[in-house]
């Protein structure tokens, strides 16, 4: 017997007799196995090749070796195949970390020139391949896998093709860019949902994507929750402006909602509503994911009003002059005026009726730019 990688390839009747005999020549034995399943891994199916696979296990030599390498890089391709293929298992019973030669370590160049992967980073990728597709497997110090949420789904003109890419963003606000054709669901399925995704970065330190699934975590399960107020609905854009209580603006994509809301949900301006911030560190446009929406009575409880008292009606121009009397918190987006003008079309009509000088009242309020540039005081309901 030879163990020469192109030496013949056995029959099945020639490897099981070759490994009934095996102690005797376990190297061998290991080749003949190494060139079979070459030849036939990809249809012979997932437990015949899991069961020569723990055959060689069990003949093989615990130190570096080419076959040790050659079985490796079999395993590695094997589990791309059969996702019910244990690698981590497989590579925890050969101690592979001690059987990997030094040039299983470096770069390996091809026939072509190119610089290609080597057997252990081959191997590092097929064990980051295996974490995300089965999560059981993954554990806290898995950063290179990472949730994320497909904020928007964009076209660029690349020699002369029209390429889909997905901004992804994560909870601590890293940004990534991914191919459309990276997801496991159509384009116009993708965004507004959650995706458990595998990273690498450069020696630079630049990450990419290599690979996404999807996942079974919601929005919430990653991002913080917020409530918000919606101030409006652009329908030209599909965009749904929502304010928080510091006066943050956020957008929410309307082709979202069916993703975060259940089934024929509706949104409206002037609903209080859960959602989660998506922030991409650096940039100043805010995004946010719908979860829930809120009573009204809830919300404003959870959002949070002002008290204030009226000093001056004017029910013929349908407003009034206001002065809060709650303590005024510091805002990141600017500062809340004591004083201030409301429209009085955001309370109900009987209500409006009632509006005199020195009568106590809740408002909702959030500083809002206006159309000189400026941000104010925007006082969206009053109760």
């Known amino acids: 017997m030879t163990n020469n990688q192109d030496a013949k390839v056995p029959s099945w009747e020639e490897l099981v007799n070759s490994i009934s005999t095996g102690s005797s020549h376990p190297e061998a034995t290991c080749w003949e196995i190494y060139r079979y399943l070459r030849q036939n891994y990809k249809t012979i199916g997932s437990e015949t090749s899991r069961t020569l696979l723990l055959a060689y296990i069990k003949l093989r030599t615990d130190k570096p070796s080419l076959i040790n390498s050659c079985m490796m890089d079999m395993a590695v391709k094997i589990s791309t195949t059969y996702t019910d293929f244990q690698l981590p298992r497989f590579l925890d019973m050969c101690n592979h970390t001690s059987c990997l030669r030094d040039e299983d370590r470096q770069k390996q160049k091809g026939k072509d020139g190119k610089l290609y992967l080597s057997l252990q980073e081959r191997i590092d990728r097929a064990l980051q391949s295996y974490r995300l597709h089965h999560p059981e497997a993954r554990n806290e110090n898995s950063d290179d896998i990472i949730s994320m949420y497909a904020v928007s789904l964009f076209e660029k003109i690349k020699a002369g093709r029209t390429c889909r890419f997905v901004k992804m963003v994560a909870a601590n606000g890293m940004s990534l860019i991914a191919d459309s054709h990276q997801f496991p669901c159509r384009p116009y399925e993708i965004i507004g949902k959650v995706y458990d995704v595998s990273v690498t970065s450069s020696k ?71 959602f989660c911030p998506i922030i991409s560190n650096g940039d100043p446009f805010k995004s946010a994911a719908i979860v829930n929406i809120l009573d009204r009575y809830k919300g404003r409880e959870s959002f949070g009003s002002y008290s204030a008292k009226i000093t001056y009606a004017n029910p013929a121009q349908h407003y009034i002059r206001y002065t809060i009397l709650s303590d ?48 104010s005081n925007h006082v969206a309901e009053i109760y």
Do not use: C, W
Request: proline share 5%; aromatic share 6%.
């Open 204 to 274: 630079e330190g630049h990450k990419r994507i290599v690979e996404i699934v999807a996942s079974t975590k919601a929005p919430n399960h990653v991002f913080p929750i917020k409530t918000g107020y919606i101030d409006g609905i652009d329908e030209t854009h599909g965009h749904i402006h929502i304010f928080d209580n510091m006066s943050h603006h956020y957008v929410a994509d309307r082709k979202t909602i069916t993703a975060t809301l259940p089934a024929r949900t509706t949104v409206q301006k002037g609903m209080f509503i859960q």
């Open 328 to 375: 005024i918190p510091t805002t990141p987006e600017g500062t809340i005026s004591k004083e201030g003008f409301a429209s009085t079309s955001t309370m109900k009509p009987d209500m409006e009726k009632e509006m005199t000088v020195g009568k106590n009242i809740q408002l909702i309020l959030f500083l809002k730019r206006g159309i000189n540039g400026q941000k």
